[in-house]
């Protein structure tokens, strides 16, 4: 192995299930015959720092309140964890955490947009999703069940200092850059199994991976798995992983092996089987065998609503 070789894990979104990835990205440890070097969370993530304020707050998932047993101390997690906002966050906890900060040991929270350099890797990110009414409006502070969903909405400005970004090996982002489902129904052969609508997802961030033009992007909120290429003349690809929440670990596992900042190799799950490998064609051909047929998923992928958020 060579000594700057890199194992990357992505989770979809963990919504409170701490224990339950702590085991699957052992078992990957224990295929890959390897450490988990850095793992990467694409919100959603729901790190509640007392028992009530999850059940309070998460309510409609009924999701264990984990997370409470890591900010107290009874557990640590193995691996350093980094991670973005989604839309459904402890945002009171986060909002004095803009620029970023540390939850509990090896638990940190990236921050609402920036770059940062992470083992090596350079790493851009965008938390929340896209509410065209709020995008222009100030970030107030969640003070109330109205402020904090307002929380889970990116802001122009934030998007903005993402767009700056140049060389970057990883872009995370919560909810789909829009039209990656068209351009795999595009793709010939015929997709093997049925797509999500092709609505999901949102122009901003689509706007956003095309102006960085990162090597990778992550992304979960849908809540199924997805692989697409993005690119074009004179343009090197963007290869697009989108994660299931974290529900079974063949579709919201998703790794990556790199050597120096060049990914060699990827896969699905924890099975440790390498589903790309460095100058293959990324796409649907990817996925694990088995993957569910996509339907119109959790809601995720319908035209925005009332308050104007896509998701």
């Excluded at 199994?193 to 102006?211: E, F, H, M, Q, Y």
């Excluded at 909120?221 to 290869?239: D, I, Q, T």
């Excluded at 099975?271 to 088995?290: N, S």
Aim: glycine share 10%.
């Amino acid at each position: 192995m060579p000594q700057d070789s890199l194992l990357v894990a992505a989770l979809g979104d963990i919504h409170g299930r701490f224990h339950r990835v702590e085991a699957w990205l052992d078992a990957l440890e224990q295929a890959r015959g390897r450490r988990v070097d850095l793992v990467l969370a694409v919100g959603d993530v729901e790190a509640f720092r007392r028992a009530d304020d999850h059940r309070r707050k998460a309510a409609k998932r009924s999701m264990p309140a984990e997370f409470a047993e890591y900010a107290d101390g009874l557990r640590r997690v193995k691996r350093p964890l980094y991670f973005i906002g989604g839309n459904n966050e402890d945002f009171e906890a986060l909002h004095d955490l803009q620029d970023g900060g540390d939850l509990a040991p090896d638990v940190h929270y990236l921050g609402r947009a920036g770059l940062r350099e992470l083992d090596g890797l350079r790493v851009a990110y965008l938390s929340g999703i896209h509410a065209p009414r709020f995008i222009d409006q100030p970030l107030r502070r969640p003070t109330s069940l109205d402020t904090s969903k307002q929380a889970g909405y990116f802001r122009a400005s934030e998007v903005e200092r993402v767009s700056a970004a140049r060389d970057v090996d990883l872009l995370l982002v919560h909810e789909w850059p829009r039209g990656i489902v068209q351009k795999a129904r595009d793709e010939p052969p015929s997709p093997p199994r049925p797509l999500p609508s092709p609505w999901i997802g949102n122009p901003v961030t689509r706007k956003l991976v095309d102006a960085v033009q990162p090597k990778w992007v992550l992304c979960g909120h849908s809540h199924k798995p997805f692989a697409v290429s993005l690119e074009s003349h004179g343009r090197a690809p963007s290869r697009v992983a989108c994660m299931d929440q974290a529900s079974r670990p063949d579709t919201s596992v998703f790794w990556l092996e790199f050597e120096g900042r060049e990914a060699q190799r990827a896969g699905w799950g924890i099975t440790g089987v390498t589903a790309w490998e460095a100058g293959q064609r990324w796409g649907l051909h990817t996925l694990p065998p088995g993957v569910p047929e996509s339907g119109p998923g959790n809601g995720t992928d319908s035209e925005p609503r009332g308050d104007g958020a896509t998701a």
